[in-house]
C-alpha cells in the first residue's frame, strides 16, 4: 500500500498558482488591491519565452488568435514617425497608409524587389554622383514622396509650388526606370531587342520647357551604365524618331516633347507601345480647359487623349503640377489608377518663400510711373521679371523702358527662336537686367536667380499668376513679386488676392470681400496702349492729322 501510495503521490501535481490567484482575488474583493505589490499576470509570466520566439513561431501563435502586441505597436510607431516627418516637411498625401514611405536623402533611393541589386547598384551610384555635382545636397519635399512612389510604378498626381524641385521629381525615376534591362524590368527570360523601343516619355506644353527639361535629363544621366539616349523631338529629328534610328540597339531612354510633334509622329508611324513610364509636366495646362487661352488648352486635352492611347496599360502614369484645379484632379480620375496623391504646402500653388504685394496704380498710365518710382527708390530689384498680357503690350513697354538707363530686352513668341535664346542667354549672364515678356517667359524658361517678378498687367487666372510670380523663389531662395493693378482689374483682384493669403501673405480685407467673377471666360481687359507721350504732344500730333486729313479732302473735292 506505501508504495502504490507514493507511486501515486509522485505523479499527481497540485497547481499552487491556480490556488494562490484565487486567493487573492478573494482578498482584493474584501480588502481592495494592494497598494504597491504587483502580481505578474499569465501573459508576462510567459513574456520571457517570447523574447526568444521566431518570427514564424510569432506567425503560427498569431493563428491561435492571440496578436503579437510587439510588432504591432512597432508598426505603429514607424507609422507616426512617417505621419510626423510628413508635416515638418509640409507633405500632405491622400489615404497615406497606403503610399510608400518617403525618403530623406536620395542615398536611400533603393533597388526595386523586381529588380537586379547589382545592376541597379552600378546604375544608382552614377546617378548619386550627378546629383552631388549638380550640388543637390539633398531631396526637396516633392521628391521625398514622388521619388519612391514612382520607382514602386505607382501612378502619381504631384501638386507643388513652382521652383520646389518637381522636374528632379520625375526625371530621377524616370532614367532609373527606363535604364532597366528589358528582361529584368518585366521578369522575362532572355533579352529583347530594344531598336526603336522608347522606355520614357516626357510631356510638356511648350518647346523652351520641353527644352530645359531635356537639359536636366542629360546632365543626370551623364555616364550611366550602357550609355544615355535622350531625345528632344523636333522636325529635324521627327523622321528619324519614327524610322527607330534614334537611340541605336538599346532604343530610347528618354524622349521628351510637346503634345503636338508627338501626336504628328504617332500619325507617321511613331510606337509608344513600349513605355514604362509617361509624365504630364504642367498638368494644369495640358488638362484644364478652363485656363487662359482655352481653345489651346482643349486642342492640348484632345492631343493627351490621342497620345495616351498609344501607351501601353501597364505605364506608370504621373501628372505634375504647380496647381492641381478641380478639372486637373476630375480628369486625373480617367487617367491614373489607384495613384498617389500628394500635395506640398497649403495646397494654393503659390510659393512661401515669395513676399507678395498688390500695388494700385489708378490707371494704364500709373503703371510705368510705378515702375519708375520703384527704381528710383531702390524698391525693383535686379534681375526682374515683367510680364505683360500681349506681345504688343510687352514690345511697347519695352520701347518706353530702353531709354530709361536700364539693360532691358523683350522675350514673347513673336520673336524668333534663336532671338528668344539670345534674349535668355544675355539675361542669364547679367548682360540684360530686366526681361520683359508674355506667359511664354513664365511656363517655359528656367531662371533661377531672379530675385523680382512684376506682373505690369494683371493675369486673367490664378494658375497664370502662380506660374508667373514662380519665376523667384525657386530653390530655396527668397524672392519677390509685385502685381500692378487698376480699377478695371478688381473684377478679378480676388483670385489672386485668395492666393496670396493661402501663402501667408497679408492682404486688404476689402479685396476678399470683392465680388466673384460671373465672366468664367478669362480674356483680359481692353487696355490703353502703353504711352507716356506728354497729351499737349498727343493734341497736337492729333490736330495735325487732322489738318492734312482736311487738306487732302479739299483738293480731291
Known sequence: MDEIFNILSSSARIDKSKRQKRKRETVAQLTGPPPEEHVPTDDEEESDDEEDETPNAIK?????????????????????????????????????????????????????????????????????????????????????????????????????????????????????????????????????????????????????????????????????PGGLSSLLLAKANAAQAVSGQVGGQSGLDVLISTPLRIVDAIQKGLKLDSVRIVVLDEADRLLDASDSGSDKSRTFLSQIDTILSEIPATATRALFSATVTPTVRALSESILRNPVDVSIGGGGGANADIDQKLMFVGNEQGKLLAIRQLVQRGEFDFPALV????????????????????????????????????????????????????????????????????????????????????????????????????????????????????????????????????????????????????????????MKRLYIKNSKEKKEG
Open 387 to 542: 510680364f505683360c498680357q500681349s506681345q504688343e503690350r510687352a514690345q511697347a513697354l519695352f520701347a518706353e523702358l530702353l531709354y530709361d538707363g536700364i539693360r532691358v530686352d523683350v522675350i514673347h513668341a513673336g520673336r524668333s527662336k534663336s532671338a528668344r535664346e539670345n534674349a535668355v542667354a544675355k539675361f542669364r549672364k547679367g548682360d540684360t537686367w530686366v526681361l520683359i515678356g508674355t506667359d511664354l517667359v513664365a511656363r517655359g524658361v528656367d531662371l533661377s536667380a531672379v530675385k523680382l517678378v512684376l506682373n505690369y498687367d494683371l493675369p486673367q487666372s490664378g494658375v497664370t499668376y502662380v506660374h508667373r510670380i514662380g519665376r523667384t523663389g525657386r530653390a530655396g531662395r527668397k524672392g519677390k513679386a509685385i502685381t500692378l493693378f487698376t480699377e478695371a482689374d478688381l473684377e478679378q483682384l480676388r483670385t489672386i488676392a485668395n492666393i496670396m493669403k493661402q501663402s501667408g501673405c497679408q492682404v486688404e480685407e476689402w479685396m476678399l470681400q470683392l465680388p466673384r467673377k460671373h465672366n468664367k471666360k478669362k480674356r483680359a481687359p481692353k487696355r490703353q496702349k502703353i504711352d507716356t507721350t506728354p497729351s499737349y504732344d498727343k493734341k497736337k500730333s492729333r
Open 60 to 224: 503560427s501563435r498569431d493563428r491561435t488568435g492571440k496578436r503579437d502586441v510587439s510588432e504591432a505597436k512597432r508598426n505603429q510607431i514607424h507609422r507616426e514617425e512617417v505621419a510626423a516627418f510628413r508635416r515638418s516637411m509640409k507633405i500632405k498625401v491622400a489615404h497615406s497608409d497606403d503610399s510608400p514611405d518617403p525618403i530623406s536623402s536620395f542615398s536611400e533611393i533603393t533597388c526595386p524587389e523586381w529588380c537586379n541589386d547589382s545592376f541597379f547598384t552600378g546604375l544608382i551610384r552614377v546617378i548619386l554622383r550627378n546629383i552631388e555635382e549638380g550640388n543637390w545636397k539633398e531631396p526637396t519635399p516633392i521628391q521625398m514622396q514622388s521619388i519612391p512612389a514612382l520607382m514602386q510604378r505607382r501612378d502619381l498626381l504631384a501638386g507643388a509650388p513652382t521652383g520646389s524641385g518637381k522636374s528632379g521629381a520625375f526625371i530621377l525615376p524616370s532614367l532609373l526606370l527606363s535604364s532597366i534591362p528589358h528582361n529584368l524590368f518585366y521578369n522575362t527570360k532572355g533579352a529583347k531587342k530594344n531598336k526603336g523601343e522608347i522606355r520614357s516619355l516626357i510631356l510638356a506644353p511648350s518647346l523652351e520647357l520641353a527644352s530645359q527639361l531635356h537639359r536636366q535629363v542629360e546632365r543626370l544621366g551623364l555616364g550611366k
